[in-house]
């Protein structure tokens, strides 16, 4: 590892998520590094947001339009997913929201109306009640992030869930992705819980802060499953 650039890297990160995130991000790329990429980390923050009715864009990203896509055919070649991961989700029935300007890809957004097979860890994500769907992979190209791609893309998501009568949408994002972090703040997400899944070959461990809390696995048949209830549908019990 290059050592300069690395602590750089690493500091950036403690700065920007504190030093417990930052500290796990370092561990990640280490763990990543000395065994050559089969052990991994990931961190999530679990976050459920209202499907709002206000633009998010107001008078920007007029120029943007936002395809939804429908099969694996229809991303092109130079589409940032391995093709197979592409084909995975759609056998699950998820769905591609895309912004381009000028045919230019400026980022995505995937959604489903029922649960999920994470296809980064073993887990599956279960958004309850039914007037609840699941968001994943929310992804701005780099040389977009500080565009109005991010809003128009929620902007289309908020309008085409609001038509299927979504109230809210869950997800998952990396504590140690900032940048989503804080785009998921401002569009008013509500964090429900956390995950930290370690991955060691076939084996992987996961301890959460919701159910089921603890999970070991070794083979791809075993995996936790988070039923993940709105605030909203939260408050309505303890009352």
């Given amino acids: ?19 417990f995130n930052g500290c796990l991000y370092a561990l990640d790329l280490f ?14 923050r679990l976050v459920a947001q209202a499907v709002g009715r206000a633009t998010l864009c107001g008078r920007r990203g007029t120029g943007i339009e936002v395809r939804l896509l429908r099969a694996p055919v229809e991303h092109g070649h130079d589409f940032p997913r391995r093709a197979d991961v592409v084909a995975q989700r759609y056998r699950q029935g998820t769905q591609c929201l895309a912004a381009y300007r000028a045919n230019e890809l400026l980022g995505f957004l995937w959604f489903t109306l029922g649960p999920y097979q994470e296809d980064e860890v073993r887990a599956r994500f279960i958004p309850v009640p039914a007037h609840a769907a699941w968001d994943f992979d929310v992804n701005v190209l780099p040389a977009h992030q500080f565009g109005p791609a991010f809003a128009r893309l929620w902007d289309e998501a908020n309008q085409l869930l609001r038509a299927r009568g979504v109230y809210w949408s ?3 994002i990396s504590a140690f992705n900032a940048a989503s972090l804080s785009a998921h703040r401002r569009i008013g997400g509500v964090e429900l819980g956390g995950a930290l899944f370690l991955c060691c070959g076939q084996w992987q461990w996961m301890v959460a802060s919701l159910a089921p809390y603890l999970h070991l696995s070794r083979k791809p048949t075993s995996y936790p499953q988070f039923r993940l209830e709105p605030p909203c549908c939260i408050s309505k019990k303890s009352n």
Avoid: A, F
């Avoid at 590892?1 to 030093?19: A, C, F, S």
């Avoid at 763990?31 to 999530?44: A, H, Q």
């Fill in 1 to 19: 590892m290059p050592g300069t650039t690395m602590k750089m890297r690493i500091d950036h990160t403690v700065r920007q998520l504190g030093w």
């Fill in 31 to 44: 763990i990543r590094w000395s065994s050559g990429g089969r052990w991994r980390l990931y961190k999530y």
């Fill in 170 to 172: 869950c997800s998952r």
